[in-house]
């Protein structure tokens, strides 16, 4: 069974670009979530798509978006880069629902460099 | 709001030996998910334990076990005979009822051949 994927690995983004990430979870799986890590802050929540449907949101800023299609895979845009942006971004899978909803399955990154 | 506390930056335990990492929490909920994820430095965080927290029992896997109390909201992990493997980030994260983690700091753990 494949793991999560997340596209690209690496990205280096001027100040001002937008940007997207991608993230493919496990088959079967209709839960994405995306963190944000870096390491002044640690990780922090961005938001969870279930079903196509953004179940919740932390408390990022309006320029953090995402969305999630019909096979589940998500993606998730930086619009107006900041320097502040620069950051590991993590995705992680799960069934969304019942018990196994409680284990996520994490991506291995996409590290964003603002330059 | 939850939080999560882990105040051990670093940690250091010679291979064999057992170490044993601390984390508290804070929460109004009566039940939820606690659990211990390692990010070795390929980044990839990788579950090694979870505890519901209805349940009394403390959970064990292989050599890793935690020592959970709910009244006290604590939650240290145990990780036994440590191997040179073993060396990574500990975090400490919380499931709150709205499906999102929360995390602690992390504790950067050394394993001395």
């Known amino acids: 069974k494949a793991g999560v994927t997340q596209t690209p690995r690496y990205l280096i983004k001027t100040r001002g670009q937008q940007v997207t990430l991608s993230c493919s979870p496990i088959s079967g799986h209709r839960s994405v979530s995306w963190y944000q890590q870096t390491p002044g802050q640690g990780l922090q929540f961005l938001f969870e798509?279930?079903?196509?449907?953004?179940?919740n949101k932390g408390n990022f800023p309006g320029r953090f978006s995402g969305r999630q299609f019909s096979n589940s895979r998500s993606e998730m845009n930086v619009s107006t880069l900041e320097l502040g942006d620069s950051a590991l971004y993590l995705c992680?899978?799960?069934?969304?629902?019942?018990?196994?909803?409680?284990?996520?399955?994490f991506g291995q990154g996409t590290r964003l460099t603002v330059v | 709001a939850q939080t999560v506390t882990q105040s051990q930056p670093e940690m250091s335990v010679q291979e064999a030996e057992t170490v044993t990492l601390s984390c508290t929490y804070d929460t109004s909920e009566s039940d939820y998910y606690l659990f211990w994820y390692k990010q070795p430095p390929s980044r990839q965080m990788i579950l090694v334990i979870r505890q519901e927290a209805y349940k009394q029992q403390n959970a064990t896997e292989n050599r890793f076990s935690v020592n959970f109390q709910k009244a006290a909201k604590s939650f240290s992990l145990k990780i036994s005979d440590s191997q040179l493997g073993d060396a990574a980030m500990y975090f400490c994260a919380y499931r709150s009822a709205n499906y999102q983690l929360i995390w602690g700091a992390g504790t950067k753990l050394i394993i001395k051949p």
């Open positions: 992680a899978s799960s069934s969304g629902t019942g018990i196994g909803s409680t284990e996520a399955f």
């Open positions: 798509y279930f079903s196509e449907t953004q179940r």
